[in-house]
């Protein structure tokens, strides 16, 4: 769930540097007792990648009141693995700087408020709040270090990495504590987001699977839904997301649920259907503001421009992400509105610059941005250094083939393009990329393919792009005649007439072979020849045909 909260939640001035906002008086806590503190700081875990806060044992004894507050409905969200919604992680938030501000040795709850701190950042788009997380962390682990038993703070780590996208040292905090702790279920989102991040999709797969055979309920199905959609099968995706959807009950996990409904209808080329589920995951949740995003987008699709610009001024205005702003751009640039269009690109390079400050990994929006409207070479640059890195997923294989395309080296950026494709993901964007180069390499069969698969896959996927997929489709105009269905069998040549046998004179023995004359057609010059040494000649056959994959090679590797 991604949301703006009414009030920033702030860690206490005697335990956090006061810089910032961090100076700001914390939101009151609600009443606890000291017993019950304690007990919860001993048993809470770490807040998942999905949406959840902390992780608590199923087992935990705790009882809870007739009325849960937000804090208690905080903590029994994460227990399930799912989202809290924004008011009760902004007062369990408030509840534990009270606590480490009184008891500042207590490792499991600086572990709880630097997890929240990392959902916190990813739900409002303000990175500041990830360097609060790794001192509250690093607080945790040096009052009990994670080879003592204090994994939720390496989950915590985890889950920081994964925000900031460094997706090597999430799999490194996953790793480490699945080597230690196999069946801790809230190491295995940490690690789905790095493998994913990395392209390492099987492993992907594998800890998914583990995710689910250890957490039942929605979590599990949402994570399923997701690689299902990774690997193009989008009837399971959807069926998936749907039970989901359907076995959801607390509002926060309801909207994640159903604007996960909204992304795949989206994919699918279905504006109305996505305006329809994104809708109701706002009605259900009005700060799930991810989901005004969607909608936005998808009423750009259905020619409905007035709202999609109130939605997008809203949620870049409340939820500014790059890619959110990026969208709002081109919309105005469609729009020929090229005033608006370059206020909001610069207001993008200003963000862009602010996450490099906070270390987040935005490169592949920045790539994208500067391959369409800036600089091709600098967006060459920032992919090739995430290769290098082995983040090679599908988004940075398609950045990579279209910064190369872009910068004047169609042939080189094909295999990535072609990679991006073939990861399995049904992306309408990736299909016009390879399109695009392949028909700059003079290539038009399988870029009218793959043109046409883009705008068959979602024909309104970019309000710059989709157009220009069209205008090159006219350009490659209609496949040229004597295709498989105008091909008829060629018809046989006839069998010469074979010459008359001559009659012999009365009296003359006939030949049947038995005195080494062989009367078969033909065999006669072939015995003459051989006799004088000439080698017969061979019978030809055909060659085989080149694998379609064959002009890939072996896999593409930066130079």
């Not at 007739?66 to 989202?83: D, F, H, L, T």
């Not at 990395?198 to 055979?213: D, N, P, Q």
């Amino acid at each position: 769930m991604d949301a703006m909260p009414q009030q920033n939640p702030e860690p206490p001035p005697s335990t956090l540097p006061p810089e910032g906002a961090t100076a700001v008086t914390p939101h009151p806590a609600p009443m606890r007792t000291t017993l019950r503190r304690a007990a919860l700081g001993a048993v809470a875990g770490a807040v998942l990648v999905a949406g959840a806060v902390v992780a608590v044992p199923d087992d935990a004894n705790d009882a809870s009141p007739p009325v849960p507050g937000p804090v208690a409905r905080a903590e029994a969200a994460a227990a399930a693995g799912s989202p809290a919604s924004l008011s009760d992680l902004t007062a369990l938030i408030g509840d534990r700087q009270q606590w480490v501000e009184t008891h500042p040795s207590d490792a499991p709850s600086w572990a709880v408020l630097g997890t929240a701190y990392v959902e916190w950042g990813r739900r409002s788009a303000d990175a500041a709040y990830y360097t609060r997380a790794e001192q509250a962390l690093q607080r945790s682990l040096a009052a009990q270090p994670g080879e003592r038993g204090n994994t939720e703070a390496w989950v915590g780590l985890g889950a920081l990495a994964n925000a900031r996208h460094d997706h090597l040292a999430a799999k490194k905090w996953g790793e480490t504590v699945r080597a230690r702790q196999p069946k801790n279920w809230a190491a295995y989102p940490v690690l789905i987001d790095a493998y994913n991040g990395l392209g390492e999709y099987e492993a992907a797969v594998r800890a998914t699977e583990k995710f689910g055979s250890l957490r039942k309920g929605v979590p599990a199905l949402g994570r399923t839904a997701e690689m299902y959609r990774n690997q193009g099968w989008r009837e399971d995706a959807l069926a998936t997301a749907q039970e989901a959807a359907d076995r959801a009950t607390a509002p926060a996990e309801k909207a994640a649920a159903l604007h996960r409904l909204g992304d795949l209808a989206w994919e699918r080329g279905e504006p109305a259907e996505a305006v329809a589920q994104y809708g109701a995951a706002l009605r259900t949740d009005r700060g799930h503001l991810a989901s005004l995003a969607g909608r936005a987008r998808a009423l750009v699709a259905l020619d409905r421009t007035d709202e999609a610009l109130a939605d997008y001024r809203t949620v870049t205005t409340k939820l500014p992400r790059p890619e959110y702003v990026l969208e709002l751009g081109e919309l105005y640039e469609s729009l020929d509105l090229d005033g608006d269009a370059r206020t909001q690109y610069t207001r993008l390079r200003e963000l862009l610059a602010q996450a490099r400050t906070d270390g987040v990994d935005e490169s592949v929006t920045e790539a994208l941005f500067e391959a369409d409207h800036g600089d091709a070479e600098a967006a060459v640059e920032l992919m090739r250094a995430e290769w290098s890195a082995l983040r090679r997923s599908s988004a940075v294989s398609d950045a990579l083939g279209w910064a190369l395309h872009r910068a004047g080296r169609s042939e080189e950026g094909l295999q990535y393009a072609e990679r991006a494709v073939e990861t399995g993901v049904r992306n309408a964007s990736y299909a016009y990329h390879l399109g695009m180069i392949e028909n700059a390499l003079g290539q038009g069969g399988p870029a009218r393919g793959d043109l046409e698969e883009s705008l068959r896959t979602n024909p309104g996927f970019s309000p710059l792009a989709a157009p220009l997929a069209r205008d090159a489709l006219d350009a490659l105009g209609a496949p040229a005649s004597g295709g498989p269905a105008d091909m008829e069998p060629a018809a046989p040549e006839p069998a010469p007439e074979p010459e008359p046998t001559p009659v012999p004179s009365p009296g003359a023995p006939e030949k049947d072979g038995t005195d080494g004359t062989d009367t078969a057609p033909g065999k006669a010059e072939s015995r003459e020849k051989t006799e004088k040494g000439e080698p017969e000649p061979k019978r030809s056959e055909p060659e085989a045909a080149p694998s379609p994959k064959a002009k890939q090679g072996a896999e593409p590797v930066a130079r």
